[in-house]
């Protein structure tokens, strides 16, 4: 395995996942900070945009606390 791949294989494991309790955003926070939201089809006609921000702000902070505590998930979520 060369020193990239393996440093890549290393950064992965510094991922962090966090959903809303209702599923309506998903949060990736990846090995190297950067952030992928993604939202339920069909949850913009579902909820106001200040609600929709509010679950995403919220998966957010859940994601970046996970990244920091290993093995921690918030009450109600999916994330591992």
């Given amino acids: 395995m060369g020193r990239l791949q393996q440093f890549e294989e290393e950064v992965s494991r510094f991922e962090a996942r966090a959903e809303s309790a209702d ?8 090995g190297t900070g950067d952030i992928e939201v993604r939202l ?3 949850a913009l006609r579902e909820v106001t945009e200040e609600r929709l921000a509010a679950k995403i702000t919220r998966a957010v902070g ?3 606390w ?3 505590r290993p093995g921690w998930a918030p009450p109600g979520s999916s994330a591992p």
């Fill in 66 to 68: 996970a990244k920091r």
């Fill in 40 to 42: 339920r089809p069909g």
């Fill in 62 to 64: 859940d994601a970046m």
């Fill in 23 to 30: 599923g309506t955003v998903s949060v990736l926070i990846g």
